[in-house]
């Protein structure tokens, strides 16, 4: 059975302190990876699709990588307003889309 | 501005009276889909439609219906809701299936 697992579920960072939030897959052919960023109570916004393992992404002070296990969004010198929940998705070949559980990540200032 | 938009952003209701959750894009959207988002289960699909006309089942259809009669709407439907229906539910569209999902802000559902 394809499944997405992300670790860690809850991460707490000082501000400035450097980290990187982990997706791992295990699914039938992989069409594309997905990552999206979740504030409370809001809808999932979206942030990177990456479709090949080597490929990777930057936006400000994320950057997504992906191998052909897993995907990992490293966070540079966070601020308090990247604290949000992470969520990481994979379409694979059967054209499913395959959400993981999220990881909450908290900016101590 | 390019968004989706979904109504009611929160209502509350009793147990088997039916309810109407609308959603609306304004992309031209091939791909639309609704979801369901409970603590510690992540996003589940409910139901997802291709095109006009075109809908189909997700992960979590049992207990809702859709239409997609507009290619910019697709409402989500709850012809009896019961309890186990309480959630925080979300609507997406996308340029077609397996492209980058724009979500409506959400609707937030309690059954009593």
């Known amino acids: 059975e394809d499944q997405v697992t992300q670790s860690p579920e809850a991460l707490r960072l000082q501000e400035g302190e450097s980290s990187s939030l982990n997706c791992s897959y295990t699914v039938s052919g992989l069409r594309g990876l997905f990552w999206y960023r979740q504030d409370p109570g809001k809808g999932p916004e979206f942030l990177f699709t990456?479709?090949?393992?080597?490929e990777e992404k930057e936006k400000e002070r994320l950057k997504a990588t992906l191998t052909k296990k897993e995907s990992f969004l490293h966070i540079t010198a966070p601020k308090p307003e990247d604290s949000a929940t992470y969520l990481c998705?994979?379409?694979?070949?059967?054209?499913?889309?395959?959400w993981g559980a999220g990881t909450k990540l908290i900016i101590k200032p | 501005e390019a968004q989706v938009t979904q109504n009611p952003r929160y209502l509350i209701t009793v147990t088997g009276k039916k309810l109407t959750v609308t959603c609306s894009q304004n992309?031209?959207?091939?791909?639309m889909s609704w979801y369901r988002q409970d603590p510690g289960l992540g996003l589940r699909q409910i139901y997802y439609s291709m095109n006009v006309e075109v809908t189909d089942k997700g992960d979590v259809p049992e207990g809702y219906k859709v239409s997609r009669k507009e290619k910019r709407n697709f409402p989500l439907i709850l012809e009896s809701p019961s309890p186990n229906q309480t959630s925080l539910y979300f609507c997406?569209?996308?340029?077609?299936?397996?492209?980058?999902?724009?979500f409506g802000p959400g609707t937030r559902l309690t059954v009593t």
């Open positions: 998705a994979v379409f694979n070949s059967n054209y499913q889309l395959i």
């Open positions: 990456l479709y090949s393992a080597g």
């Open positions: 997406a569209s996308s340029f077609e299936r397996g492209y980058e999902q724009y």
């Open positions: 992309m031209n959207h091939e791909y």
